[in-house]
């Protein structure tokens, strides 16, 4: 049971990105909330840690924005996209409730953030807990019971458990929520940190199956991420520095900023990035985050995606746990919000990755690319629809493109 000898309104399993908002957002609503996490704060995670514009603004809306920029954490305001060396633009960021910079801060630190954030309203945390079962009533999920990181074992309560626990939620699993929309992995991607390495703002190299991002990060570090093909990734993995060397040097001004500098940290990297989204529902349990939708990183939508499904949950929740409507209805409704917002770039997304597969451009993304060169305003919006400031069927509809195109008439340009 919790401190207070009543059970909780809701349990959190899973206190980083998606987690540790969700009980945050509740708690300030008032509600009793126990976030639970295998882990300590601060500590590191896999991920592809860049903060696009919409999520910036959520930050800012929850008042935690000031702790990202204090942390040291340089901003972005710009991203140059470079195809093959030939086409070659800067995009700029569109500003969104008053912000126009990403970020791209260490999990070590931006969960840290979150964590604490949650904390301060009232959530209470268990670190070094270990989910080893749902607890049901019948069909109803009613609370957990896990052990805690000296070893006693412990069983609490609630109204509703959410996982937040990532792709492989055990929530999920326990719950056999049902998977829908899936593609296989589509591509593998490496990274490492680098000091002594200049970028301005971001920086994104298209070349033979290969995409190479190069961002600024805390404690004056450069992430550089290499990310191929998922068929490439055991003969890439085979020799991780050699192979990750031969993909820098297909973008020679950027190794030799690299050779300049230090590797600061190994290698991190994976190829198990599947595409999905589940049933996020049942009686008595939810998911949020990686745990309800998970998406190749090719466009480093994933705390984008956590936050803004974190805010559909909780007001979704706080709809049932108020009485307001059948907690099941307000659940559905989440769903259906959270598709309607994440479907579209999840297309994209899995489009965009499985795009690395070919050695060039085809035709008519040159035709596309070419025209936006030199016509800032869509070159601003083209990135605005990762960032979330531009829809994707604002952009991307044939009509759009075609209309792009006729504006420009560009010359071939042969890639």
């Known amino acids: 049971m919790g401190k207070s000898g009543l059970m909780y309104d809701v349990i959190v399993i899973g206190a980083r990105c998606a987690g540790s908002p969700t009980a945050m957002l509740l708690a300030r609503k008032g ?58 633009f800067t995009a700029r960021a569109l500003p969104l409730e008053g912000t126009a910079e990403g970020y791209c801060p260490r999990r070590t630190v931006l969960d840290k953030i979150l964590v604490d954030a949650a ?33 006693r074992s412990v069983t609490e309560k609630a109204r509703i458990v959410i996982g937040a626990d990532g792709m492989n939620s055990f929530v999920a699993r326990s719950c056999n929520a049902l998977e829908y929309n899936t593609k296989p992995s589509i591509t593998s991607y490496h990274y490492s940190y680098w000091s002594g390495v200049p970028v301005d703002g971001g920086e994104l190299y298209f070349r033979d199956r290969r995409l190479i991002i190069a961002a600024s990060t805390n404690d004056n570090l450069t992430c ?20 990750f060397w031969a993909a820098l040097d297909l973008v020679p001004q950027l190794a030799k900023r690299l050779r300049a500098g230090k590797r600061e940290e190994p290698f991190y990297g994976t190829g198990n990035l599947p595409n999905f989204f589940r049933k996020p529902y049942g009686d008595g349990w939810a998911l949020v985050g990686d745990a309800g939708c998970h998406r190749d990183p090719t466009l480093a939508q994933g705390i984008k ?13 706080d709809q049932g746990l108020s009485g307001y409507r059948p907690l099941n209805e307000a659940l559905a ?17 899995c489009q965009r990755a499985s795009s690395l597969k070919a050695k060039t451009l085809s035709p ?52």
């Open 333 to 349: 409704d989440y769903e259906r919000q959270r598709n309607e917002a994440l479907i579209p770039l999840y297309e994209l997304v």
């Open 31 to 88: 509600y009793r909330v126990l976030l639970v996490d295998k882990a300590t704060f601060p500590s590191n995670t896999m991920s592809n840690h860049y903060l696009q514009q919409s999520a910036v603004a959520q930050l800012k809306r929850w008042g935690l924005l000031d702790k990202v920029v204090n942390s040291g954490c340089p901003p972005i305001q710009k991203a140059t996209f470079d195809f093959f060396g030939s086409i070659v």
């Open 364 to 415: 008519e993304e040159i035709q596309f690319l070419a025209a936006l060169q030199g016509n800032q305003k869509e070159i601003d919006r083209f990135w605005g629809v990762e960032a979330g400031t531009v829809a994707v069927q604002d952009f991307f509809s044939p009509q759009a493109i075609q209309q792009i195109i006729e504006s420009s008439n560009p010359s071939l340009i042969t890639v």
């Open 119 to 151: 904390v301060e309203a009232g959530v209470e945390l268990q670190e070094r807990f270990v989910v080893q079962e749902l607890c049901r009533d019948g069909e109803q999920v009613t609370g957990i019971r896990g052990r805690l990181g000296d070893g």
């Open 305 to 317: 995606s956590a936050f803004l499904s974190s805010e559909l949950l909780v007001n979704a929740i």
């Open 224 to 243: 550089i991420t290499v990310v191929l093909p998922i068929e490439e990734f055991r003969a890439f993995r085979s020799n991780v520095k050699e192979n």
